[in-house]
């Protein structure tokens, strides 16, 4: 009996391959199957660096730098968010991702750096990287508290007027 039969493993996700009989073995990766068919296996995302895992303090006006790797197949494209909102590469957020061969692997590594050289209390929260492929998605998180930087000024000499109110805030 021939049917179309989809074939999946807890690591990966082999799509459905036509001219399979029920129950047959699952392909080797992109190798020839029945009718010409070549299975293709879809591999999710999975992280080979972490992000801090502990809360992170930072002062005004300090850098600020984390990096982000995933392997899958196809490689994973690499999503930054600030408490749930997207980052994109605009000032202040410096944003970079880049993708390689994973060593001795048919994996592709995605390696996503995010940067900022000098925060302000606007960065304060908590940091994602979202890897993302079509065979699933993975997330790590980071906590970022940003203390604040008070200026020291000093007055300078000033007159008044004897009787009248002075206000200082």
């Known amino acids: 009996?021939?049917?179309?039969?989809?074939?999946?493993?807890?690591?990966?996700i082999l799509e459905a391959v036509q001219g399979v009989d029920v129950g047959a073995q699952a392909p080797a990766p992109n190798t020839p199957v029945a009718d010409g068919q070549v299975a293709v296996i879809k591999i999710p995302p999975s992280f080979t660096t972490q992000l801090p895992t502990?809360?992170?303090?930072?002062?005004?006006?300090?850098?600020?730098?984390?990096?982000?790797?995933?392997?899958?197949?196809p490689a994973a494209a690499i999503l930054w968010t600030l408490n749930g909102q997207n980052l994109?590469?605009?000032?202040?957020?410096?944003?970079?991702?880049?993708?390689?061969?994973a060593d001795n692997s048919k994996l592709f590594k995605s390696l996503a750096y995010l940067s900022v050289d000098k925060v302000t209390w606007r960065q304060?929260?908590?940091?994602?990287?979202?890897?993302?492929?079509?065979?699933?998605?993975?997330?790590?998180?980071?906590?970022?508290?940003?203390?604040?930087?008070?200026?020291?000024?000093?007055?300078?000499?000033?007159?008044?007027?004897?009787?009248?109110?002075?206000y200082f805030w």
């Open 88 to 101: 994109t590469n605009t000032p202040p957020y410096n944003i970079s991702v880049s993708f390689v061969p």
């Open 1 to 12: 009996m021939k049917e179309q039969v989809p074939i999946a493993a807890p690591a990966a």
């Open 124 to 166: 304060n929260g908590t940091f994602s990287c979202l890897a993302v492929n079509n065979a699933g998605e993975k997330s790590q998180t980071t906590d970022l508290e940003i203390r604040r930087k008070y200026r020291q000024f000093f007055i300078k000499e000033f007159s008044y007027i004897k009787g009248t109110t002075i």
């Open 54 to 73: 502990t809360k992170q303090t930072k002062t005004e006006n300090d850098t600020l730098s984390y990096s982000c790797t995933a392997q899958a197949k």
